[in-house]
């Protein structure tokens, strides 16, 4: 693949994720060309992004947006070809055509797409961490019936991915010598705000992250730390290791992404910037090692890295994650499900930041347990959670009514 130029497809270019990717791809053109570029509503970065990077295809969330982009495209002479909807998403992911795709759409939205491109056994950059959460022992499966390559973008799963040996077995990673995995976290924005002041947070707030810039769901996560709690889970599916040998470490700077300990005292780092420009670089052209345009770390100016425990209290989605992961079967799905609902109603309605974890137990209590069989039973199990959430949210004040 190393003398071959790979054709990649983006999905959810128009986002935080798919800019630094494109961004990587920009300074590699001889090694790679963009096949395929997805966007929900943000039309007019979408409209850039194929002039400069003339992609065959680009798929939009809606007939009028996708109206939108076609004709801006052909006043250029541009000849993407543009069309819309859940299958055209899909036909991208698995066209035979790209080699590489990178999952960055937000949520639950790109569970279908992510399979797709899974199933169809291509390199496979996951920061979709959302779609792992929910259907975990399918997701894994069709890796291993497809020959998919699953390279995570998430930082600490890409740090972790460079602490472990090369080749690890999935066979447990105690057949590595790994005796556990820590998880670092940087805390958000509200790790030292007063615990009484935490109800009355705002949105801009929340989405203000100390140390990345993201796209806002993500955000909020970070400042419940309901992000480390997806994340603890992704851990467990993409490295087959029991919750119990994971620990979140918290570390206010974002230098170590993540650490492997090893039976023999051994912890292995992965330290840097904090730019996701590193690990979507590592994984774009894996095993080699590109250029990131990510500035080199200066430890000295950084001076100390500090780590501590994180409080229970504070941060609650830790805790019903740990639930949920031990729980097992539909329960990662009600979490995931209802921590969608409750945030975007953070962003949108007005429910107060420390109902988040309420709705999401309340949802977690209201929903019965259930085994993933299908993906089906996946999707039943997400709607039906969604559905007692939104139940949840009216129980709390600016809930929509
Ligand atoms: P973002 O909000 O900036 O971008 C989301 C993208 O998904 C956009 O391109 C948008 O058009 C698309 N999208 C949104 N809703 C959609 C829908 N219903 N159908 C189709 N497409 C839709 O988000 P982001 O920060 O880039 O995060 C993307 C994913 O990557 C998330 O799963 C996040 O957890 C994960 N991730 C992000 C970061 C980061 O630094 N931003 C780090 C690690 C993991
Ligand atoms: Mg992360």
Redesign the pocket.
Known sequence: MSDMQRAITI??????????TLDVVARHSDRFRVHAL?????TGL?IRQCLRFRPRYA?V?TPEGAARVREALHDKNCRTEVMTG?EA?EQVASDPAADTVV?????A??LS?TMAAVNSGKRVLL?????LVMAGPLFMAAVGSSGAELLP???EHNAIFQCLPRNFSHAGLTDNGVRRVLLTASGGPFRDTPLEELRSVTPAQACAHPN????????V?SATMM?KG?ELIEACWLFDIPGSQVEVVLHPQSIIHSMVEYVDGSVVAQLGNPD?RT?IAFALDYPHRIDAGVEPLDLVRVGHLDFQRPDSTRFPCLRLAYEALKAGGSASVVLNAANEVAVAAFLESGLGFTDIPVVIEETLAGCASGSLRTMGDVLDADSEARRVARAALQRHAGGPG
């Open positions: 999905l959810g270019a128009t986002g935080s994720i798919g800019a630094s997805t966007a929900h509503t943000n979408l798929v969330g859940p998403l999952a960055a759409i937000v949520g939205a790109g797409a920061a979709n961490k959302e779609a973008l998430d930082s990345w810039s993201m796209g806002r769901k993500i955000s996560d992000n997806l996701m690990p």
